[in-house]
């Protein structure tokens, strides 16, 4: 199963992810009693990407230069 469809289930939201190569990448770990917001931190410091928050979606998507 994905983080994102595990991220998905466990906050209430709905993800779009709109660059294929972020798509790609596998995450390990385990995220205990934090924020949605401190779960995309944690991913970043991983991955360069940009996520937006509106509502119940988040967008992430490639950080420009």
Do not use: C, H, W
């Not at 993800?15 to 596998?26: A, H, R, S, T, V």
């Not at 385990?30 to 995309?40: D, F, G, P, R």
């Amino acid at each position: 199963e994905s983080i994102i469809m595990k991220l998905e289930r466990r906050y209430g939201v709905e993800i779009l992810i709109d660059n294929d190569q972020i798509k790609k990448i596998k995450y390990t770990g385990v995220l205990k009693n934090i924020s949605i917001e401190q779960a995309l931190k944690a991913m970043q410091l991983t991955t360069s990407f940009n996520y937006n928050i509106r509502d119940n979606a988040i967008v992430i998507s490639e950080k420009k230069p």
